[in-house]
């Protein structure tokens, strides 16, 4: 690994060079993590436990036209069967979705897509659950499913949604960004116009740890205990309290050790609401884990736009505009997990990086008889398609202008001083150095040279390819004003404790997947107050402890739950600034702060630790007015704008020209993230991120049969990079602090998905030129790149 | 968790032991060896057995024997094994080849040779591996043994000719002098079944000529070799014209099917391309081989 290290000056962080709290730290989660003692919800065993298993619908759309459960209920060891009938009694059949649309938990009347649920086995052990599924006699009329996206608003096309009165048809939404009128203008008057079709195939994030739930109703007290895997434990209580009516305080949501999210865990799955109708019916608790199958064939899926995209520019080089009509497959329910006001997430930052004069996008959703989801896989809420987009428009104008795509790039860059950067779809990019970060990308890449070798290699039929990708990303929603999922606000709280010792506890109400909070948000604690992290326990996960926010998603958590951590902090900075005055017998004013301690101005010997003035704070010390005796405070943070971190991506690849297959020879990653807390947690995201790039770029893909038939299924069928497919990354960073942010940081969890698709697919294509080939779209499998050899690239949907 | 249907289980003692099972146990009982085909099948409840007899105790067919004129492997021997073989590496590149791109090391750990074959996935590569060696399956049954040339062992897509009671125990394959092999695969991704692979062994004569070849393919629909491919090359001296001739010929006597690992012209063209390449190493390797004796003597 290549790290290439550019200093910035970081107001915010200090002194750069003697870090309390930010620098590259072990993760504190770790020791528990690789001697195996994680804690996942399959780790959790209550006593009476009962197992539950769900049955699934083998076709893609059938009329539901009987189910008889009495062979399952009369296997040993069966408790309970439900189906959709009884949950309809319950008026627990349907539940909302995350963007206003329900979703079935059980079905009732038709089945929808295939793996949907139909039915729950509750059991004394998992083996007779999943035996007795076999023994439910269901009788489905099959009907005609509507699988082609293209097809799914024809004139005649089968209504899906039927259940909503005076539906015919499978139109969702449409939404629209930007001036289609003033766009238009441009494109009429410009000298360069390409067009393309760009198609971002459905994918799946499949994380180690499928989704599972232990509902623990307990019917004394009317209370319920859930262990779930979800990246958003207090909007999920909020759902619960909402769909169930078992009232808010009555309910607990654990989110213990989770196996990855990826936005996979953002959503309330059927099998989460069958485990708590399970637990209340049978009176006993009851857990449900689904298999690599069903998480992969069910739950949340991500990707499946078909983008029409179009650029204008002057012949010089001058980008002027961007337009795009979007096609969105959301399967079978709305079920997309986004800000209220933005059914297509964040697309329209699709102008990327770049100064425009005129932008226009409209998204079309449309049901198909897929599964639903549609916002997960580390998409920063469809900012990966939105960089697709624009990265691939750019590279074919480059290929149309006949210019280098560096320079290009270069040429249109928003330039520094350009920040705040109002875009033409209304977002205010925070801040930014773009020039900077792409000039260090083609360093580290030695670009020149390598533009040399692939002339090179050209003239000896060997196929080599150079791909950019300049991102911008769009994290950390985000301000209540604009943004709310189901009408709560995208607000995060935070609180802190320092004990009478000095060690402090942060609580939380992000929940980790995997990001490494328990050691980052202690570093910023620590920063602010100068203790050291390892004094600083972190707690998250836990409604019952935790104050409430809205989760771990879009790259959120730095973004806004860093900022509460890092107020929070100074918050309780400020008030031992009083009771060190008081300990002093001083005043606060003539009182100064060097890292974890408040002194006398003029004479440093004289002065509190923080550990001192907590002992004090619990102590006998008289106080002053209006300070109370603990060292404690809490905030919530209502974030005023989103960050906006961004990166420059260099990939190269070597295609073998008799077999069509990629070979990712290098890859060149400089990303500006503002502050950077942790460098090795930020490095641990950006190789993962990367390494979900080659996934998507050369091998993932949901793929349908004509009938709905789910062809990714397994692991044998969709695949995930390993090692072997991945080059040894090269990193770099800029730093470019948040304006806005308390501590200047941005989020980076998603950039590297969001910013590596496009580079690998810009290499595949540029190796392809000398064959003429201008476009290909994902995934870059052996087939599918000796297609586009051939002339006859097509698309995967 | 995947979970497969109810099965019983035993662990079989010894080769005897374990045909006594198999025969007492009848047609639903299968046998495990490594499990890295079965267990996922049986988890996916693709595969129902009612017994499974657990042959991993049987050390005594985990082997690897080289003899003058042939070269002896254990039905229980791993494919992590055989990738770390001298004696293989030095007579049949063509395996390490192979076992380089089966699967990951946690599989090759746990996969055996044996267990390859009798599963009969139409794209097992060892299968074609063994075919181009010209290998030969040794079965034992309740009534004795039978040694079975690679095409009397293999019936069809996962089948073969043993009898329900009725263990493979050993793999044999001829040496022979001046001779090279290669194997090349091209897969989606590591550890992904084959989209295409070819395998080719040559043996020269003293002249230089072709002495004998066998070309397989993996993946496209064949059993056995490719003769009509292998004719223009006996004889002959090896030149990349007959090279891309005998590539054109096992194409066309290829039958791939479309699925999601590409479609039939693509299968086909690689069939050609892979063909080509495993002669051109085959026979490079062979070259290697005759001087490498030829100084020797």
Redesign the interface.
Known sequence: MTITEVHAPNPAAGDADRPIGYGRIQRKEDPRFVRGKGHYV?DIVLPGMLHGAILRSPVAHARLVSIDTSRALAHPGVVAVITGQDLLGLKLAWAPTLSADVQAVLVTDKVRFQGQEVAFVIAED??AA??ALELIDVDYDVLTPVIDARHALDPGAPVIRDEIEGRTDNHIFDWEAGNAAETDAVFASADVIVKQEIVYPRSHPAPMETCGAVADFEPIEGALTLYETSQAPHAHRTLFAIVSGIPEHKIRIVSPDIGGGFGNKVGIYPGYILAVVGSIVTGRPVKW?E???ENLMSTSFARDYIMQGEIAATKEGKILALRTNVLADHGAFNATAQPTKYPAGFFHIFTGSYDLEAAHCKVTGVYTNKAPGGVAYACSFRVTEAVLLVERMVDILARKLEMDPAELRLKNLIKPEQFPYKNKTGWEYDSGNYERALRLSMEMAGYDELRREQKEKRARGELMGIGISFFTETVGAGPRKHMDIVGLGMADGAELRIHPTGKAVVRISVQSQGQGHETTFAQIVAEEIGIPPEDIDVVHGDTDQTPFGLGTYGSRSTPVSGAAVALVARKVREKAKFIAAAMLETRPEDLEWEKGRWFVKGDPSVGKTMAEIAMGAHGTVTLPEGIDGNLDAEVTYDPPNLTFPFGAYICVVDIDP????VKVRRFIAVDDCGTRINPMIIEGQVHGGLTDGVGMA??QFI?FDESGNN?GG?F??Y?I??A??VPNWETGFTVTPSPHHPIGAKGVGESATVGSPPAILNAVVDALAPLGVTHMDMPC???RV??AMQGRATPPI | MQIPAQFDYVRASTIDNAIALLDKHGEEARVVAGGHSLLPMMKLRLARPEWLIDINDLFELDFILPEATRLRVGAMTRHSALLGSADVARLFPIVIDAERVIADPIVRNRGTIGGSLCQADPAEDLATVCDVLRAEAIVRGPGGGRILSMDEFHKGPYETSLAHNELLVEIRFPVRPRSGSAYEKVERRVGDWAVVAAGAAVSLAEDGTVDDVAIGLTAVGLDGTIDEAETVLRGQQPTEELFEEAGRLAAMASLPVADQRGPVDYKRHLADELTRRVLRRACERALAAQSTTTQEG
């Open positions: 399959d998992r083996y999943r035996d884990v298999d690599r199958s008799g077999t069509g297959h050369l091998m793929e062809l397994s044998m069928d695949l990079p390993t072997m497919e499998t052996p087939a000796w297609a």
